[in-house]
């Protein structure tokens, strides 16, 4: 699973920076929350492109739950989370 990290958090951090680039006002902190309106941010995750491109990108779901934890989640945290909720989908 080690070997997986790279790849993740780079694709990630893409992720990241897209969105990020939306919100100028938000710091390049790494702080996954700089994704979204840190002024004014969603009452509802889920379905939000932040986290669609998420699914896309990695080929999981990501319900509410999931979409808070990674919300308070820096890159590194979440591309981790992102690797162990993938082998849980893979094991289903």
């Given at each position: 699973m080690?070997?997986?990290?790279?790849p993740?958090?780079?694709a990630?951090?893409?992720?990241y920076d897209?969105?990020?680039?939306?919100?100028p006002?938000?710091?390049?902190?790494?702080?996954?929350c700089?994704m979204?309106?840190?002024?004014?941010?969603?009452?509802i995750l889920e379905?939000?492109?932040?986290?669609?491109?998420?699914?896309d990108?990695?080929?999981?779901?990501?319900d509410?739950?999931s979409?808070?934890?990674?919300?308070?989640?820096?890159?590194?945290?979440a591309?981790?989370?992102?690797?162990?909720?993938k082998a849980?989908e893979?094991q289903?």
């Open positions: 080690k070997d997986s990290y790279p993740v958090y780079k990630l951090h893409r992720i897209t969105h990020r680039r939306r919100y006002w938000n710091p390049n902190s790494e702080q996954m700089c979204w309106s840190t002024d004014d941010p969603p009452d379905g939000t492109p932040p986290l669609n491109d998420m699914e990108a990695f080929g999981i779901r990501i509410e739950d979409g808070v934890e990674l919300y308070d989640m820096n890159l590194d945290e591309a981790k989370k992102i690797m162990e909720m849980r893979s289903q």
